[in-house]
T-cell receptor, first 113, second 114 residues
Framework: DGGITQSPKYLFRKEGQNVTLSCEQN?????MYWYRQDPGQGLRLIYY???????QKGDIAEGYSVSREKKESFPLTVTSAQKNPTAFYLC????????????FGEGSRLTVL | AQSVTQPDIHITVSEGASLELRCNYS??????LFWYVQSPGQGLQLLLK??????LVQGIKGFEAEFKRSQSSFNLRKPSVHWSDAAEYFC????????????FGQGTTLQVKP
């Protein structure tokens, strides 16, 4: 089945450590997105990429980095510069021919101790 | 500024009762509008979308939504709620630009009483 796979589902890290969240899709979608979800704040866009080797900052990019070396993969690194990294992170993708809806993975919950 | 407002943070309805979740948006161009549902600890699933044409759109699980341009609203409705509908619901707006970025509301948590 086609879909988006995020891993790990749960991750615990100490303060000051960088962590990388994986996002892989086999939908052949060109565009991929990372959102952060906090209680009562909805989803906020971190980074997005519309094509391999290119990506743009979203609304809350500070303290995060991404890469897009392959069409299927869009990993997110939460760096030690991110002041409040504990959150639920959602990866999404979109085919350029569809009418704008995003397809989401199951999410990764990061807890920084 | 582009934004989405869901005025109700939490709603409780009895099973079998009707449901309406409110969504208001601010968007400078022709909007594409979406409703997503999220179960605890899970990703988001698309319920329905509006991008043109008939302003009343039907979605999955018996949900429908009506686009009212004059009121900048896109309210979600269901005639009879089931206990399995308990979840968090998000309204989102995007546009016809190629970036595909969606702006999400804060979400409404639906609780269903037996």
């Amino acid at each position: 089945d086609g879909g988006i796979t995020q891993s790990p589902k749960y991750l615990f890290r100490k303060e000051g450590q960088n962590v990388t969240l994986s996002c892989e899709q086999n939908l052949n979608h060109d565009a991929m997105y990372w959102y952060r979800q906090d209680p009562g704040q909805g989803l906020r866009l971190i980074y997005y990429s519309q094509i391999v080797n290119d990506f743009q900052k979203g609304d809350i990019a500070e303290g995060y980095s991404v890469s897009r070396e392959k069409k299927e993969s869009f990993p997110l690194t939460v760096t030690s510069a991110q002041k409040n990294p504990t959150a639920f992170y959602l990866c999404a993708s979109r085919g350029l021919t569809n009418t704008g809806e995003l397809f989401f993975g199951e999410g990764s919950r990061l807890t920084v101790l | 500024a582009q934004s989405v407002t869901q005025p109700d943070i939490h709603i409780t309805v009895s099973e079998g009762a009707s449901l309406e979740l409110r969504c208001n948006y601010s968007y400078g161009a022709t909007p594409y509008l979406f409703w997503y549902v999220q179960s605890p600890g899970q990703g988001l699933q698309l319920l329905l979308k509006y991008f043109s044409g008939d302003t009343l759109v039907q979605g999955i699980k018996g949900f429908e939504a009506e686009f009212k341009r004059s009121q900048s609203s896109f309210n979600l409705r269901k005639p009879s709620v089931h206990w399995s509908d308990a979840a968090e619901y998000f309204c989102a707006v995007g546009g016809s630009s190629n970036t595909g970025k969606l702006i999400f509301g804060q979400g409404t948590t639906l609780q269903v009483k037996p």
